[in-house]
């Protein structure tokens, strides 16, 4: 008992001094002089200008009509994940639907050919929801969007190479009419 209280009040002191230690005292900083005053000098007399000659009221400039001509949001093989340089074409397709805040969007969704028609068709609808969830996380109201999965039924290259089977797995924006 005897061995643990002087332990213990050892340990005490140690812990005491080193944070005695690790405070350390605050530098004390001169304040800077003050700014020098300057004696105000007497008025001086101003010169009216000339009249300007009125100016064309501006025309306000065009605004720019939206382009929803863009290029297909591509996926990954069985996937709706999207692919990284999908991104650009989804950041221009939010620029271009922020300057149309009442027009409404179909979105495509498609696959390529490998697997069942009922699982390219269930992909196809997981790839739109994928772009619509894009969408709306860059702030444009889900109502404005309608879903749409095409599965393999409508290619837009061959499925017979690898290349063209990239190609078909999409999701197409559309504007509804």
């Given at each position: 008992?005897?061995?643990?209280?002087?332990?213990?009040?050892?340990?005490?002191?140690?812990?005491?001094?080193?944070?005695?230690?690790?405070?350390?005292?605050?530098?004390?900083?001169?304040?800077?002089?003050?700014?020098?005053?300057?004696?105000?000098?007497?008025?001086?007399?101003?010169?009216?200008?000339?009249?300007?000659?009125?100016?064309?009221?501006?025309?306000?400039?065009?605004?720019?009509?939206?382009?929803?001509?863009?290029?297909?949001?591509?996926?990954?093989?069985?996937?709706?994940?999207?692919?990284?340089?999908?991104?650009?074409?989804?950041?221009?397709?939010?620029?271009?639907?922020?300057?149309?805040?009442?027009?409404?969007?179909?979105?495509?969704?498609?696959?390529?050919?490998?697997?069942?028609?009922?699982?390219?068709?269930?992909?196809?609808?997981?790839?739109?929801?994928?772009?619509?969830?894009?969408?709306?996380?860059?702030?444009?109201?889900?109502?404005?969007?309608?879903?749409?999965?095409?599965?393999?039924?409508?290619?837009?290259?061959?499925?017979?190479?690898?290349?063209?089977?990239?190609?078909n797995r999409r999701t197409d924006i559309k504007v509804q009419n």
């Open positions: 008992m005897n061995s643990t209280k002087n332990y213990f009040f050892s340990a005490l002191i140690g812990l005491s001094a080193l944070t005695m230690y690790s405070c350390k005292a605050k530098k004390l900083v001169a304040k800077p002089d003050p700014a020098p005053v300057s004696k105000p000098t007497p008025p001086i007399e101003e010169k009216k200008p000339a009249p300007v000659p009125e100016k064309e009221p501006e025309k306000p400039a065009p605004v720019e009509k939206p382009n929803f001509n863009l290029d297909n949001i591509q996926f990954e093989f069985n996937s709706y994940v999207l692919k990284t340089a999908s991104f650009s074409v989804l950041d221009k397709a939010v620029a271009e639907m922020k300057k149309a805040p009442d027009t409404k969007f179909v979105l495509n969704g498609h696959s390529s050919a490998e697997g069942t028609p009922e699982h390219n068709l269930s992909l196809s609808v997981d790839r739109a929801n994928a772009v619509k969830s894009y969408f709306v996380n860059a702030g444009i109201d889900a109502a404005k969007f309608t879903i749409v999965g095409h599965g393999e039924k409508e290619p837009i290259s061959s499925n017979a190479t690898e290349e063209g089977r990239m190609l």
